[in-house]
């Protein structure tokens, strides 16, 4: 039985060595027309290109272990790609397509070095899928828990990008696919259902869910199509839960927001399992977080367009002039208050 | 007296609302030509535009509590300077211009606010000192310490950009300023010799050690003026160690080096406090690391031409064929094994 090795064995530069062979290959995964890596891992910095008709857009995303995830319930895998994911979902939801990952990685020293060549294989996937490369980083000590930093650059089109800020009063408010399923797959997590362990033995539903929540797909596709259609008004990504992220669009939009209940897309899975835990799936829907899908405003006029994208949108609302609402199924109407995952609240 | 505020009592977005305002003015910092930021802190991403002539330049660096700071021994300002500088430093030793840098900061829910805000203020001191736009980023909970990632952003004249790639037979190996005042200034530190406190009780001597390791002052200058003489082949800066760095220098560029401990530069503190603590200071410039001073080689005809500047050059060595050797005071050679602060050891 071959001793397992961990970083105190093979040291800094070790790693870095074993971290560079893994990502070396998806320089080629940039699409053409994007940008390109012409210096990656090993000088004091990486180099890039950029097109002169675009612009650089740039998102940081940190994830801290037993905060954003448990080591126990997510696999390095799952891990390495869930922390470009959510990066790129972020790219996507200005319309701008993924260029270069910086990884910055804190690790305890009795981490195993296979546990963190499985995270980066889980990373470099997700780079590959979605057209990015891995082109630099740092690798330093943690005392005991790991906390992942992926800075992610990409570029748009100049004078393309789609912000958060350009909403109209009468604009429909829109979510692509449904809404909820990570936070039930959270709750399964929490309940002991599932884990890093072999997917088949797990049930079908609860595995729908649970891969919801550690490995979530971006957008981009979605995002690429709703930017060229040309009635996107104002988007974002759909991190914090819909009711806490409407409420970042429209003040900076400068509008309110009225949302009904009964229009919150919700799957099949979160259906059955939400009433098994005692939960009316549509706070979920409001409140979970971390569904990565896309919230965007558009002509009311133009959803019709919309349709035949692959991916299905619901009109979960309307821009108002102020506050945020929440149109109850029996017609009473409420303010919509955040209650989604934010840092440093108590009632984390 | 008004109650201490935390971070759990203003929440994540009170945290960002008052970082962004303390940011907001160094898009302004930024010098003519090197780009421009478009969109800061806000969205789902920065945008940012480059001159179509120049090329992209990034770098990350993670510090983390009780492995590279103490906050007993690193006041916020002081922590907030050198989570940007240590970064500058490294686009510095790509011959480039810092542009816009992304934070990530990782705390425990009862830190005080004001801590996080002079931590700002001395981050956005160096953001002036230095050019660059503090532009994004990310604030996340921890359990228990602090940790900082800092992605800086930079960009250079096509083509202008200086590798550690670039050594060649014969040149001479050159760095800037002193070596080992950091390591002396953490030595201090170590021996409970200064600290945040007010610096006017500090004996100057060590204050000046102190300060070269709490607050450093990368060669910004001296590394455009070095890329302007065109004399130069290779470039790093030096974070880790000479000894460490110089193999990572030699290794890029296929070549061994030579360095004669006699030349190595050293200030008249770190003289001074070396035997008060029983170390020789020669052994501090080999190892010490965390100087940000340039390493660097350059064609030997032209180091005078590069003594005009306003920073000291010492030539320490020559680019050899192969291996690493060190020419001690009494002729011998051994090889220079790098022990600088390399992460994962057992010997951190």
Same mark, same amino acid.
Request: charged fraction near 25%.
């Given at each position: 039985?071959?001793?397992?090795?961990?970083?105190?064995?093979?040291?800094?530069?070790?790693?870095?060595?074993?971290?560079?062979?893994?990502?070396?290959?998806?320089?080629?995964?940039?699409?053409?027309?994007?940008?390109?890596?012409?210096?990656?891992?090993?000088?004091?910095?990486?180099?890039?290109?950029?097109?002169?008709?675009?612009?650089?857009?740039?998102?940081?995303?940190?994830?801290?272990?037993?905060?954003?995830?448990?080591?126990?319930?997510?696999?390095?895998?799952?891990?390495?790609?869930?922390?470009?994911?959510?990066?790129?979902?972020?790219?996507?939801?200005?319309?701008?397509?993924?260029?270069?990952?910086?990884?910055?990685?804190?690790?305890?020293?009795?981490?195993?070095?296979?546990?963190?060549?499985?995270?980066?294989?889980?990373?470099?996937?997700?780079?590959?899928?979605?057209?990015?490369?891995?082109?630099? !980083?740092?690798?330093?000590?943690?005392?005991? *828990? @790991?906390?992942?930093?992926? &800075? %992610?650059?990409?570029?748009?089109? $100049?004078? /393309?990008?789609?912000?958060?800020?350009?909403?109209?009063?009468?604009?429909?408010?829109?979510?692509?696919?449904?809404?909820?399923?990570?936070?039930?797959?959270?709750?399964?997590?929490?309940?002991?259902? !599932?884990?890093?362990?072999?997917?088949?033995? *797990? @049930?079908?539903?609860?595995? &729908? %869910?649970?891969?919801?929540?550690? $490995?979530? /797909?971006?957008?981009?596709?979605?995002?690429?199509?709703?930017?060229?259609?040309?009635?996107?008004?104002?988007?974002?990504?759909?991190?914090?839960?819909?009711?806490?992220?409407?409420?970042?669009?429209?003040?900076?939009?400068?509008?309110?927001?009225?949302?009904?209940?009964?229009?919150?897309?919700?799957?099949?899975?979160?259906?059955?399992?939400?009433?098994?835990?005692?939960?009316?799936?549509?706070?979920?829907?409001?409140?979970?977080?971390?569904?990565?899908?896309?919230?965007?405003?558009?002509?009311?006029?133009?959803?019709?367009?919309?349709?035949?994208?692959?991916?299905?949108?619901?009109?979960?609302?309307?821009?108002?002039?102020?506050?945020?609402?929440?149109?109850?199924?029996?017609?009473?109407?409420?303010?919509?208050?955040?209650?989604?995952?934010?840092?440093?609240?108590?009632?984390?």
């Amino acid at each position: 039985v071959e001793a397992r090795v961990r970083l105190g064995d093979v040291g800094e530069f070790g790693l870095i060595d074993r971290i560079a062979a893994l990502v070396q290959a998806t320089g080629k995964a940039v699409r053409p027309g994007v940008g390109q890596v012409t210096l990656g891992i090993g000088d004091d910095a990486s180099l890039l290109e950029i097109p002169p008709d675009r612009t650089l857009v740039t998102t940081v995303d940190t994830l801290v272990e037993e905060v954003h995830f448990r080591r126990d319930w997510t696999g390095p895998e799952d891990l390495g790609w869930k922390s470009l994911a959510v990066n790129v979902s972020d790219i996507a939801a200005m319309a701008a397509e993924p260029l270069a990952a910086f990884l910055s990685l804190a690790l305890p020293p009795e981490t195993e070095v296979a546990w963190v060549e499985s995270f980066i294989r889980g990373m470099a996937e997700c780079a590959w899928e979605y057209g990015c490369a891995i082109a630099g !980083g740092d690798t330093v000590r943690s005392r005991e *828990r @790991v906390a992942i930093t992926v &800075t %992610l650059l990409g570029t748009v089109e $100049r004078g /393309r990008a789609l912000l958060r800020s350009g909403a109209r009063l009468g604009d429909a408010i829109c979510v692509t696919g449904t809404l909820g399923d990570s936070a039930a797959g959270l709750a399964l997590l929490q309940k002991g259902k !599932g884990g890093p362990g072999p997917r088949g033995k *797990r @049930v079908k539903t609860l595995d &729908t %869910l649970i891969i919801a929540h550690l $490995r979530p /797909r971006p957008r981009l596709d979605a995002a690429r199509a709703l930017a060229a259609s040309g009635q996107v008004t104002a988007m974002m990504d759909l991190s914090d839960g819909l009711a806490s992220d409407l409420r970042h669009l429209t003040a900076r939009s400068g509008v309110g927001a009225r949302v009904w209940r009964n229009s919150l897309p919700v799957s099949d899975a979160v259906s059955a399992v939400a009433p098994l835990l005692g939960v009316d799936p549509t706070e979920w829907a409001l409140h979970g977080g971390e569904d990565y899908e896309l919230l965007f405003a558009a002509v009311p006029q133009s959803i019709e367009l919309l349709r035949p994208m692959r991916v299905p949108i619901t009109v979960v609302g309307t821009i108002v002039e102020e506050g945020v609402w929440l149109l109850e199924a029996d017609g009473s109407e409420k303010a919509l208050e955040p209650r989604g995952f934010a840092h440093f609240q108590t009632r984390d």
